[in-house]
Nanobody, 124 residues
């Protein structure tokens, strides 16, 4: 059974930075495409960033492009989301997700496995 566990969330002031981590167990991480999504109060779960395992590239939502960076360490079975220049509108529960395909997908229904989420709160 695949398990994803996020960490690194917290409270930060606007303009600050946070780095989220997601550790994957139960399958070969290096052949797993990873994504980050977020869900604010009363909102749908939105795409943030994704990273293809097979060189299919990385994709970012327009709202975070240039501020957030997705990366992975295959030796540690971990995907990261470095968040900089944070804004109050980045406040949400952040989820990591995994899929077997090469495509750095952007829709939640394209991902088979999910973590439990980690709260990020950005104060103004």
């Amino acid at each position: 059974q695949v398990q994803l566990v996020e960490s690194g969330g917290g409270l930060v002031q606007a303009g600050g930075s946070l780095k989220l981590s997601c550790v994957v167990s139960g399958r070969t991480f290096r052949t797993y495409t990873m994504g980050w999504f977020r869900q604010g109060p009363g909102k749908e779960r939105d795409f943030v960033a994704s990273d293809s395992w097979g060189g299919g590239g990385r994709r970012y939502a327009d709202s975070v492009s240039g501020r957030f960076t997705i990366s992975r360490d295959n030796d540690k079975n971990t995907v990261y989301l470095q968040m900089s220049s944070l804004k109050p509108e980045d406040t949400a529960v952040y989820y990591c997700a995994g899929r077997s395909g090469l495509l750095a997908a952007t829709r939640p229904d394209e991902y088979a496995s999910w973590g439990q989420g980690t709260q990020v709160t950005v104060s103004s």
